[in-house]
């Protein structure tokens, strides 16, 4: 990450969020910042304008800290506190698809903050606006400090490679690769980052971190909830597009890449780009033995009975939409040579839940007799990204006394116990790092081309030929019986999730 001396040099920073009144800044972008200024993360001389089609800076106001009383991990603000944040709050008003309006707001910002060393702009906006606001910027010449202005832009990055690639064109027509800064908000959860700590900081790992001692890896990302207020997004997506062509894939390239020369943003980025391109392409010819989708059914979740995905409010009675995906990768290099990634997530599952497990070869040689119950649970590392964030290595010990016995055991570390403190949201560190212009934990634009051209033959089979089994699985369970013959066809099984 970059350092405190760089946070110092940031002396003056405008965060212009366009789609100030929306959702995402509502539920996310206005808390994290509130956190950064009660943390004093913050630039001194920091502004934050509003920008969106009806505002003013007295809405604006009520509109964030409605969003950070329910939302900010450090509750509702006081009155001093909610005062001081609420002074370095600006607005403007525009029609984003109006060209002539951007030339007005360069004046406004410019009258508001002079000689601003960082501005950035924020896209809270949907994708079809994005080229527009491209054009805008970039039409009166906002765009051309090329060290200190970023744009930001929040997935959906399109739905296929093809509607990717004309997003990516539309704002690198103006704004170079080192400008833009596309948001995966996983990469910004602590658990995720401390992978390459975990991997490159400590020498007992690394050595065994490769197809000799490691047997499989699975990758879950599991969900309670339903497809809730995303109606018209979800039904357009599906899983497959939601989760794992963007967070899934981001977790695998970090467990998987090479280590790095340098903590660097382009070096660790070059690593994980590596992975994407040593991934075997799926077969066009045998999809269902790499992938396979879901649709919950009605259940029943924490004792209350749940609707079928089908039922919800604005989804077609007849969507062929997966609510689950799983995919099994192959990476072809020296490392990790006939290692399977098992990558699963799903709503309406048994519990929220997202881990890595890292499933260790079997003892070669069993040389305890049958009765000692070695192989009961097989050794694993488990990387607990949420609900709580931590690790848990699984391994055997003799239980006390005799006859020899063998039990599983736990080694846990955990977060908020080790460090005494809750870890920051993602969108926290994501937002002070994309301030300060470290693009370390920011998407490049040929990662998400390379995981859009591995599963776009996926998403054609699956556009072309419907499922006949929808819905195939009931809410509040693991997912559809598909999904363990994608395992089980390799002689392994999804292993149930760990608790602290």
Same mark, same amino acid.
């Given at each position: 990450?970059?350092?405190?001396?760089?946070?110092? *040099?940031?002396?003056?920073?405008?965060?212009?969020?366009?789609?100030?009144?929306?959702?995402? &800044?509502?539920?996310?972008?206005?808390?994290?910042?509130?956190? /950064?200024?009660?943390?004093?993360?913050?630039?001194?001389?920091?502004?934050?304008?509003?920008?969106?089609?009806?505002?003013?800076?007295?809405?604006?106001?009520?509109?964030?800290?409605?969003?950070?009383?329910?939302?900010?991990?450090?509750?509702?603000?006081?009155?001093? &506190?909610?005062?001081?944040?609420?002074?370095?709050?600006?607005?403007?008003?525009?029609?984003?698809?109006?060209?002539? +309006?951007?030339?007005?707001?360069?004046?406004?910002?410019?009258?508001? *903050?002079?000689?601003?060393?960082?501005?950035?702009?924020?896209?809270?906006?949907?994708?079809?606006?994005?080229?527009?606001?491209?054009?805008?910027?970039?039409?009166?010449?906002?765009?051309?400090?090329?060290?200190?202005?970023? $744009?930001?832009?929040?997935?959906? /990055?399109?739905?296929?490679?093809?509607?990717?690639?004309?997003?990516?064109? &539309?704002?690198?027509?103006?704004?170079?690769?080192?400008? $833009?800064?596309?948001?995966?908000?996983?990469?910004?959860?602590?658990?995720?980052?401390?992978?390459?700590?975990?991997?490159?900081?400590?020498?007992?790992?690394?050595?065994?971190?490769?197809?000799?001692?490691?047997?499989?890896?699975? $990758?879950?990302?599991?969900?309670?909830?339903?497809?809730?207020?995303?109606?018209?997004?979800?039904?357009?997506?599906?899983?497959?597009?939601?989760?794992?062509?963007?967070?899934?894939?981001?977790?695998?390239?970090?467990?998987?890449?090479?280590?790095?020369?340098?903590?660097?943003?382009?070096?660790?980025?070059?690593?994980?780009?590596?992975?994407?391109?040593?991934?075997?392409?799926?077969?066009?010819?045998?999809?269902?033995?790499?992938?396979?989708?879901? *649709?919950?059914?009605?259940?029943?979740?924490?004792?209350?009975?749940?609707?079928?995905?089908?039922?919800?409010?604005?989804?077609?009675?007849? +969507?062929?939409?997966?609510?689950?995906?799983?995919?099994?990768? /192959?990476?072809?290099?020296?490392?990790?040579?006939?290692?399977?990634?098992?990558?699963?997530?799903?709503?309406?599952?048994?519990?929220?839940?997202?881990?890595? +497990?890292?499933?260790?070869?079997?003892?070669?040689?069993?040389?305890?007799?049958?009765?000692?119950?070695?192989?009961?649970?097989?050794?694993?590392?488990?990387?607990?990204?949420?609900?709580?964030?931590?690790?848990?290595?699984?391994?055997?010990?003799?239980?006390?006394?005799?006859?020899?016995?063998?039990?599983?055991?736990?080694?846990?570390?955990?977060?908020?116990?080790?460090?005494?403190?809750?870890?920051?949201?993602?969108?926290?560190?994501?937002?002070?790092?994309?301030?300060?212009?470290?693009?370390?934990?920011?998407?490049?634009?040929?990662?998400?081309?390379?995981?859009?051209?591995?599963? #776009?033959?996926?998403?054609?089979?699956?556009?072309?030929?419907?499922?006949?089994?929808?819905?195939?699985?009931?809410?509040?369970?693991?997912?559809?019986?598909?999904?363990?013959?994608?395992?089980?066809?390799?002689?392994?099984?999804?292993? #149930?999730?760990?608790?602290?």
């Amino acid at each position: 990450m970059v350092s405190e001396r760089h946070l110092s *040099q940031a002396d003056s920073t405008q965060f212009v969020l366009f789609g100030a009144m929306g959702d995402l &800044t509502w539920r996310l972008v206005g808390p994290a910042l509130f956190n /950064l200024h009660l943390d004093g993360q913050l630039p001194d001389d920091f502004r934050l304008v509003g920008v969106d089609r009806e505002i003013s800076t007295e809405v604006l106001s009520e509109r964030l800290r409605d969003g950070i009383k329910r939302f900010s991990r450090n509750g509702a603000p006081d009155e001093k &506190t909610w005062n001081a944040f609420a002074a370095r709050l600006d607005s403007y008003a525009i029609d984003l698809s109006n060209a002539q +309006s951007y030339q007005q707001l360069k004046q406004h910002l410019e009258s508001i *903050q002079k000689n601003t060393t960082a501005r950035v702009f924020y896209l809270a906006i949907p994708p079809f606006l994005f080229g527009p606001v491209a054009d805008g910027l970039a039409a009166s010449d906002l765009h051309l400090d090329r060290d200190g202005v970023r $744009i930001v832009v929040e997935k959906p /990055l399109g739905d296929s490679l093809a509607t990717f690639k004309a997003i990516d064109r &539309t704002l690198s027509v103006h704004f170079e690769e080192k400008q $833009i800064y596309r948001i995966d908000h996983f990469l910004g959860k602590e658990t995720v980052q401390n992978i390459l700590a975990l991997r490159f900081a400590n020498p007992i790992f690394e050595p065994v971190w490769n197809r000799r001692y490691i047997d499989h890896i699975t $990758i879950t990302v599991a969900e309670r909830i339903g497809v809730g207020h995303r109606a018209g997004y979800y039904e357009h997506a599906g899983a497959l597009r939601d989760m794992v062509q963007n967070h899934l894939f981001q977790i695998m390239c970090l467990v998987a890449m090479e280590a790095p020369v340098a903590y660097d943003a382009d070096d660790i980025r070059n690593k994980k780009l590596d992975v994407l391109r040593a991934c075997r392409p799926i077969p066009t010819d045998n999809i269902t033995a790499f992938a396979v989708r879901g *649709q919950y059914n009605t259940g029943w979740i924490e004792g209350k009975h749940v609707s079928a995905y089908r039922q919800e409010p604005d989804i077609d009675p007849e +969507s062929n939409i997966e609510t689950y995906a799983a995919v099994k990768l /192959l990476v072809d290099n020296w490392r990790w040579q006939d290692v399977p990634f098992y990558l699963r997530t799903g709503k309406r599952m048994t519990e929220n839940v997202s881990e890595i +497990s890292i499933r260790f070869r079997d003892v070669p040689h069993n040389a305890f007799p049958a009765t000692t119950g070695l192989n009961t649970q097989p050794v694993r590392l488990v990387i607990q990204i949420q609900p709580r964030e931590g690790m848990i290595l699984k391994f055997m010990a003799k239980e006390p006394g005799s006859p020899l016995r063998l039990q599983p055991v736990d080694m846990r570390f955990c977060y908020a116990d080790a460090f005494g403190k809750a870890s920051p949201d993602a969108y926290e560190t994501l937002i002070r790092d994309l301030i300060l212009g470290d693009a370390t934990l920011f998407m490049r634009s040929d990662q998400v081309e390379a995981a859009w051209q591995l599963l #776009t033959p996926v998403l054609d089979a699956w556009a072309a030929n419907p499922a006949p089994d929808f819905p195939n699985y009931t809410a509040g369970s693991w997912g559809p019986e598909a999904a363990e013959r994608l395992i089980a066809r390799d002689g392994r099984a999804w292993l #149930t999730p760990s608790h602290f």
